[in-house]
């Protein structure tokens, strides 16, 4: 069973910059990719970043530019740093790993708000 953990989610203005970490742990097995995903109440899980395996990443249109996801996704852990935060970035921010099988986080919540 492989367990997540995210960290660094909080209140901030809009302007400013979050940085969130997620870090897996138990039994993984030749990671594909790893990821961040936000939801809010009543709509689906969307994907905001991912990151391969071999390096590549791909963004939602929303934030390109604007965070930057990196890590060593064969050792678990995948970091998204957010930079000139929105207020449509409010979420809860869920880390997803996928190898045999998706994997996810129970979530942090991302407020931007003045």
């Known amino acids: 069973q492989v367990q997540l953990e995210e960290s660094g989610g909080g209140l901030v203005q809009p302007g400013g910059s979050l940085r969130l970490s997620c870090t897996a742990s138990?039994?993984?097995?030749?990671?594909?990719?790893m990821g961040w995903y936000r939801q809010t109440p009543g709509k689906q899980r969307n994907m905001v970043a991912i990151?391969?395996?071999?390096?590549?990443?791909n963004y939602a249109d929303s934030v390109r530019g604007r965070f930057t996801i990196s890590g060593d996704v064969d050792k678990g852990m995948v970091s998204l740093q957010m930079n000139s935060l929105e207020v449509e970035d409010t979420g809860t921010y869920y880390c997803a790993l996928n190898d045999v099988k998706t994997y996810w986080g129970k979530g942090t919540l991302v407020t931007v708000s003045s």
């Open positions: 138990g039994s993984i097995f030749r990671v594909a990719l």
């Open positions: 990151l391969a395996t071999g390096g590549d990443t």
